[in-house]
């Protein structure tokens, strides 16, 4: 499964899931975007992959909730003079407060989870749409949780934006189809032993939990040419096989 001159911009590359997959992809000789907020964190993955001798990557830094549409444009702009087209987009960055009552929402709270969880996301992806459909085939990946189908009590905006992006992934999926360029797809990692997970659930014994590398296979699967023509799916890591 090469990615060879493969690029793909990542979303929350500084985090658990998202650091998870840019080195994932970049072994397999993908030339990674890192795109977070947050500089050290960036650095660090910056030398993993550079410890790994995949290709060197580059590093973005960029707010998803501050920036604004300009700056979306510029973004998109750069990527598509530095690299000519785009071959992967995978959102990963995510925004979860805790679980709180409905009338315990701050709508500071509420507007900045949208923000990263939803907005950016659809705005991201389309100024991008015009660098990914250059490539013969591009893969576009949203994160999401199990928890978006059943809409839990307490779930709050994190809850709601989850649900929501399942279904802007659903329209974009039916839109991009015919063109036969670009997939667009679900990730559902599932519980794992990740950064969020220990925020959410404090009290959980995480060594029951498998391990972030072990969503490697789908991370790899989503960006490779084995996955071309899967558009519109819901891909849940727990039960992924090849």
Known sequence: MSLRNQVILITGAGG????????????????????????????????????????EPIIYP??????????????????????????????????????????????????????????????LTRVLLPVLVKSEHASVVFTSDSSAREARAYSGAYGVSKVALEGLVSVLADELESGNRIRVNTLVPGPVDSPLRKRAYPAEDKSKLPLMNSLDPVYQYLFSVQSVGVTGQIINASTFHL
Do not use: C
């Not at 840019?22 to 050290?40: E, F, Q, R, S, V």
């Not at 964190?41 to 993993?48: A, K, W």
């Not at 979306?72 to 709180?100: D, T």
């Open 16 to 55: 658990g899931l998202g650091s998870t997959a840019a080195l994932a992809l970049a072994k397999l000789g993908a030339h990674i975007i890192l795109l977070d907020k947050n500089i050290p964190r960036l650095e660090i993955i910056y030398d993993q992959i550079l410890e790994a001798n995949a290709p």
């Open 62 to 123: 960029f707010d998803l909730a501050g920036a604004n549409e300009n700056e979306y444009e510029e973004l998109a702009q750069r990527v598509g003079e530095e690299y000519g087209a785009l071959q992967g987009l995978l959102h990963s960055a995510v925004e979860h407060s805790g679980f709180r009552p409905y009338s315990q929402i701050t709508t500071k709270d509420w507007g900045h989870t949208m923000n990263v969880n939803l907005n950016a996301p659809f705005l």
